[in-house]
C-alpha cells in the first residue's frame, strides 16, 4: 500500500489509493457491468434513497452550533470508502467483489474533523469555491472512461492492467475524494491541490 502518510503534517488530510493487481481474471472483466449490477443496486438504494452523505445536517451544525458529531463523520466515512470500493470494482482496478464493510485493497482515509479549528462560515461556500475541481473533474472522468475501456482489452488480451493507467485512475480517484472531502463532507478547511498525486 503507498498512502502517503501525514505524519509532519504537511499532507492534505484525504489519502486513497489501490494496490496493483499483478493479474486479473478475464472472464470477470469481460461481465463486469453485469457482475457489478447487485452491488450498484445497493450503493443506489443507499445513496439515492437519501441516505447519502450527510452535507446539509453538517453544515447546519458547523454553522450554528461548531460541532461536527463523529457519528456522522464516521457515516460519511464509511459511505464514501464503500463508494470507492464499488468503483474501483467498475474501473476495473481491483477484481474484488466490493465489500460493504471490508476495506480490501481500496484503501481511501480522511482525516476526522476537528470542528473547532473549522470555519464556521466556509461551509456555505465550499461547493461553489470547488467549481474549478468539478471543470478539470469533467475532463479527468472523460479521460478515465477512455483509458478504463483501453484497459478492458489489455487485461482481455495480457490479463494485465497497464501499471501507469492504473496510477492515472487512482489518481484522479485521489483528487476527486479531495475534493469530496472538502465540498461535501465538510471534514477540512485545506483546499485541495490540483494533482493526481
Known amino acids: 500500500m503507498a498512502i502517503a502518510t501525514k505524519a509532519d503534517g504537511t499532507g492534505y488530510p484525504v489519502r486513497f489509493d489501490v494496490d496493483y493487481p499483478e493479474r486479473q481474471n478475464r472472464l470477470t472483466t469481460f461481465f463486469r457491468l453485469f457482475c457489478a449490477i447487485p452491488i450498484f443496486i445497493v450503493v443506489a438504494t443507499i445513496v439515492r434513497g437519501g441516505a447519502g452523505i450527510l452535507f446539509f445536517p453538517v453544515l447546519l451544525m458547523l454553522l450554528f452550533r461548531r460541532k461536527y458529531p463523529a457519528w456522522w463523520f464516521d457515516w460519511n466515512l464509511e459511505l464514501t470508502k464503500f463508494e470507492a470500493r464499488t468503483g474501483a470494482y467498475l474501473l476495473l482496478l481491483r477484481d474484488e467483489y466490493p465489500s460493504t464493510d471490508e476495506e480490501q485493497a481500496v484503501h481511501l482515509e480522511i482525516d476526522a474533523p476537528d470542528a473547532g479549528t473549522l470555519n464556521r462560515w466556509l461551509p456555505l461556500v465550499k461547493w ?36 501507469g493507467m492504473h496510477a492515472f485512475v487512482v489518481g484522479v480517484g485521489r483528487w476527486e475524494y479531495r475534493v469530496v472531502a472538502y465540498a461535501f463532507i465538510l471534514s477540512t478547511d485545506k483546499y485541495p491541490p490540483f494533482s493526481l498525486s
Not at 139 to 161: D, E, K, M, N, P
Open 128 to 163: 461553489l469555491l470547488a467549481i474549478p475541481h468539478y471543470i478539470v473533474l469533467i475532463f479527468l472522468g472523460i479521460a478515465v472512461l477512455v483509458v478504463t475501456i483501453i484497459a478492458w482489452f489489455a487485461i482481455l488480451f495480457t490479463g494485465r492492467y497497464p501499471r
